[in-house]
C-alpha cells in the first residue's frame, strides 16, 4: 500500500490513520472444506506500507508521518515535511478582531520538536519542478518500486 501524503495540509485524523494502519492479523478462518486464510477484517500492516511525503506536508500530516516512523508501519519516501505543527487558539480583543496564539506543540518521542526539525524520510527523493511539468514523479515511482521489492 502506498499512502501519500504529500501536499496535505493538515486535519486531524491521525490517530485513526494510525490504528488502521497499525492492525495486525491475531486469528485464521479454516472453512470446512477449505484451508486456513487470515481473518477477514483489513490487516494493513501484514504488507508492505510506503509513505509519501513531502515539503508541503505539514500539520497533521507530519503528526501522521511521525507516527508512521515510530511505530515502524513502514518506509517513507520523498522529501522532508513543511516543519509548520503547532496549535493555536484565537483570543477575543477589545475592538472586536483577534489574535491566535501558540498554546502548545508536537514532539516526537525521544523529545524532537516537530514544528523545528520536521519528518525527514527514510529513502530522500526529490521531485524536481521539470518533473512536474513534464509529468514524471520520481518519489511516487520509488514508492512503487520499493512495494514491488517486497511482494516478490
Not at 485464521?28 to 515539503?55: C, H, M, T, V
Amino acid at each position: 500500500m502506498d499512502l501519500d501524503l504529500r501536499y496535505n495540509t493538515g486535519g486531524n485524523v491521525h490517530d485513526e490513520v494510525l490504528r488502521f494502519l497499525s492492525q495486525r492479523s491475531y486469528l485464521k478462518w479454516k472453512y470446512r472444506e477449505g484451508g486456513l486464510s487470515p481473518q477477514s477484517n483489513f490487516a494493513p500492516s501484514d504488507k508492505p506500507i510506503i509513505l509519501l511525503i513531502n515539503e508541503q506536508s505539514l500539520s497533521d500530516a507530519e503528526m501522521t508521518a511521525q507516527g508512521f516512523k515510530a511505530l515502524k508501519l513502514g518506509k517513507i519516501i520523498g522529501n522532508g515535511t513543511y516543519r509548520w505543527i503547532i496549535f493555536t487558539s484565537g483570543v477575543g480583543l477589545v475592538d472586536n478582531s483577534s489574535v491566535r496564539m501558540p498554546g502548545w506543540g508536537c514532539y516526537s518521542l525521544d523529545g524532537k520538536d516537530l514544528e523545528m526539525s520536521g519528518v525527514d524520510p527514510d529513502i530522500q527523493v526529490l521531485n524536481t519542478f521539470d518533473d512536474r511539468l513534464n509529468g514524471r514523479d520520481p518519489q511516487l515511482d520509488r514508492a512503487i518500486e520499493e512495494i514491488l521489492k517486497k511482494i516478490k
